[in-house]
């Protein structure tokens, strides 16, 4: 079977404390934790989570550098994410205490959705739709 080829898209999200959010994110979400790099004083300079076949990259906000500088106080953000679940995956976030905006609802086009709010203001929203990119024009 042929490797995943990595995500071509990955969302980058700034924290002001970038540890907190990758607890809530792999406690609350179901995120699996990759690569972190931090300075020597212990200020998250890069981290990735994946869920499924995709990543989404994290920051510290105001450490400087052209990203974090062009990014300036930015915000918040809205990411989706397909899951398979939606009802467990809101039972999960709910538990670990996440601020749920929207509980699992049926869309008009089809997708079962729910919708969070992380401790920075970014809204998550998790459903059941998967964009297709088949008939994406190259």
Avoid at 86 to 108: C, R
Wanted: proline residues 7%; negative net charge.
């Amino acid at each position: 079977m042929p490797a995943t080829p990595p995500p071509s898209i990955c969302p980058t999200l700034l924290y002001a404390d970038p540890k907190a959010a990758i607890e809530l994110l792999t406690t609350a979400f179901g995120f699996t934790r990759g690569a972190l790099y931090e300075d020597e004083s212990g200020t998250v300079l890069h981290a990735e989570l994946s869920y499924g076949n995709g990543t989404i990259m994290i920051g510290a906000k105001g450490r400087g550098g052209v990203f974090a500088e062009a990014m300036g106080d930015a915000g918040p953000t809205g990411v989706y994410v397909a899951v398979a679940d939606v009802d467990a995956h809101h039972k999960q976030a709910a538990a670990a205490g996440a601020e749920i905006l929207m509980p699992p609802t049926d869309q008009d086009y089809g997708s079962r959705d729910y919708m969070a709010r992380d401790k920075e203001g970014n809204v998550w929203s998790f459903g059941t739709y998967a964009p297709s990119t088949q008939d994406a024009d190259a």
